[in-house]
């Protein structure tokens, strides 16, 4: 494979979809504290395991309404002023946890910085649609996701530097460039129209024709999408368990040095996800979305068996580089996926029950993890992630059959060529 086609594919998108990768290596180059959370809770607060999974499901069921909210708020206001709005309310109450001390003060601080940026989040993915073209959304997500491992890379490391003895600087560097990356997206992404669409480049499943019809109504009528929502949280579940069960079981192999050896691995993985990003992207061109989502939960499942009975700290690397890759197929596929089988107008409404499927999957996997891994032991855990990997497949299989028959011009080979 010539190094230039695998570059070349990302020639060619919308100014809008460059902006978006630039600003996701912003954002993400300050990203300390979310991946460093579990330890925060465990090492600095002194939380249990299964207290610090408490925490997450506490936080998750006050998080579920304003999910929802955010999604309703995004299509009916406009989705950039939205985004600014949010974003420095959570801004705010996040570089204020750097003048706290480590306690319930900073939880609740952090928690309601949490709560904007959830309320954030459908408005953002329903902006990322609204400013590319359908055929160009996987290329885009791809960028997208590239520029969030480039910040990531550098970030994760850095981070388990500070963790020790600089966690208030974390906090602020972390909430600025959050803020910057935004600013930076509001002011220079622009919204394509549908009617500025050649006829071969409109999506007939995104149409403005049903912006009438509830939502509900709509989703009943595209069963995949239920079902793909229910897929979502079971990938969380697993997804969840590298920032939660995995910096745990490194705390417990190897104690103090569990948060730095965490901050490696996460630099690791970004690493690759740089790496193999656009070779895979250009490799699976030609695949449908959900048979990518089936390989990487696959891999995902099997990841976590290469770490049972406290193996020595190279074998992680090795358990990472399989999770990645898997990460990344799964990316390809899922990322899109929502976005082409429902209207422009309800994209932000929609876009929120996913993530409400995603936030739900992975607080219920901490919260069971949490409950497994205090009463049980890390290899049952492992074993529990790797069964309800499997069953994830074997859904994704059964909604693929659904989707082809609901969703049948997504699958003829004109677009396949162009929109896997």
Avoid at 51 to 57: C, E, F, H, K
Avoid at 140 to 162: K, Q, T
Avoid at 305 to 328: A, C, H, S
Wanted: overall charge positive.
């Amino acid at each position: 494979m010539e190094m230039y086609s695998i570059f070349a594919q990302y020639k060619g998108l919308s100014r809008s979809a460059y902006v978006i990768f630039f600003a996701r290596i912003i954002t993400n180059m300050g990203a300390f504290i979310w991946p460093l959370m579990t330890l925060i809770l465990v090492n600095k607060m002194g939380y249990t395991e299964s207290q610090t999974a408490l925490v997450a499901i506490v936080i998750g069921v006050v998080y579920l309404p304003a999910t929802i909210l955010g999604g309703r708020l995004a299509d009916r206001f406009n989705r950039k002023h939205l985004i600014v709005f949010l974003d420095t309310l959570s801004v705010i109450f996040f570089i204020s946890c750097a003048f706290v001390e480590p306690g319930f003060d900073m939880l609740i601080r952090f928690s309601l910085a949490g709560l904007f940026a959830n309320m954030e989040g459908p408005a953002f993915e329903a902006l990322i649609s609204d400013v590319t073209k359908p055929a160009e959304r996987e290329k885009v997500f791809s960028l997208s996701y590239l520029g969030h491992n480039l910040g990531f890379v550098f970030g994760a490391a850095i981070g388990g530097m500070l963790f020790e003895n600089y966690l208030s600087l974390a906090f602020v560097i972390d909430g600025l460039t959050t803020f910057l990356s935004t600013i930076l997206i509001v002011v220079f992404v622009v919204v394509i129209k549908q009617d500025a669409l050649s006829k071969e480049e409109i999506n007939e499943y995104e149409s403005h024709e049903l912006d009438t019809k509830r939502t509900f109504l709509i989703l009943k009528e595209r069963k995949s999408i239920w079902i793909q929502i229910v897929t979502f949280f079971l990938i969380a579940f697993i997804y969840d368990q590298w920032t939660f069960t995995l910096p745990i079981y490194l705390n417990r192999l190897f104690l103090s040095d569990g948060a730095r050896y965490f901050g490696y691995l996460a630099s690791f993985n970004g690493g690759l996800v740089i790496i193999f990003t656009p070779i895979i992207t250009n490799l699976l061109r030609k695949s449908h979305e959900m048979p990518k989502m089936m390989i990487g939960v696959t891999l995902y499942a099997l990841s976590f068996l290469v770490i049972i009975n406290e193996p020595q700290y190279y074998i992680f690397f090795i358990m990472i580089f399989m999770f990645t890759i898997g990460e990344i197929v799964n990316m390809l596929g899922s990322s899109p996926f929502i976005s082409r089988r429902v209207p422009a107008s309800h994209r932000g409404r929609v876009n929120s029950l996913v993530h409400v499927g995603f936030f739900l999957g992975s607080v219920v996997g901490k919260g069971v993890m949490g409950l497994i891994i205090q009463y049980t032991g890390f290899d049952i855990a492992f074993f529990t992630i790797t069964i309800i990997g499997f069953a994830t497949v074997g859904l994704i299989l059964v909604n693929y059959k659904i989707d082809k028959k609901l969703f049948p011009s997504l699958y003829k080979p004109k677009l396949t060529d162009i929109s896997v």
